[in-house]
């Protein structure tokens, strides 16, 4: 059982920076890809940044280009996001997410963490 856990939100003022990792567990799938989500209080969750098993192709939201940058360590199975100039808009459950193809049913899986709270102070 693949399990995500998320670690690195906290509170900060607008224009600071936090970083937030996330740690995957157990059996993870071959050419997975992860990425980011967040959701604020009464929005629907959205799409913040992903990328691929290589490390490449990263996509990222227009609303946080140029402000964050997501990255990954394959041997320490996590993935990480770098949040610079941060707005209050960015407040938000931000939630790790991989999803692949399984090496040992070989179907598709999505695998989601339980989210780490992000608060940018005006």
């Known amino acids: 059982q693949v399990q995500l856990v998320e670690s690195g939100g906290g509170l900060v003022q607008a224009g600071g920076s936090l970083r937030l990792s996330c740690a995957a567990s157990?059996?993870?799938?071959?050419?997975?890809?992860m990425g980011w989500f967040r959701q604020a209080p009464g929005k629907e969750r959205e799409f913040v940044a992903a990328?691929?098993?290589?490390?490449?192709?990263?996509d990222y939201a227009d609303s946080v280009k140029g402000r964050f940058t997501i990255s990954r360590d394959n041997p320490k199975k996590s993935v990480y996001l770098q949040m610079n100039s941060l707005k209050p808009e960015d407040t938000a459950v931000y939630y790790c997410?991989?999803?692949?193809?399984?090496?040992?049913?070989?179907?598709?899986?999505?695998?989601w963490g339980q989210g780490t709270l992000v608060t940018v102070s005006a």
């Open positions: 997410k991989l999803a692949g193809y399984s090496d040992s049913d070989f179907k598709y899986h999505e695998i």
């Open positions: 157990g059996r993870t799938f071959s050419f997975n890809a």
């Open positions: 990328i691929d098993y290589s490390g490449g192709n990263p």
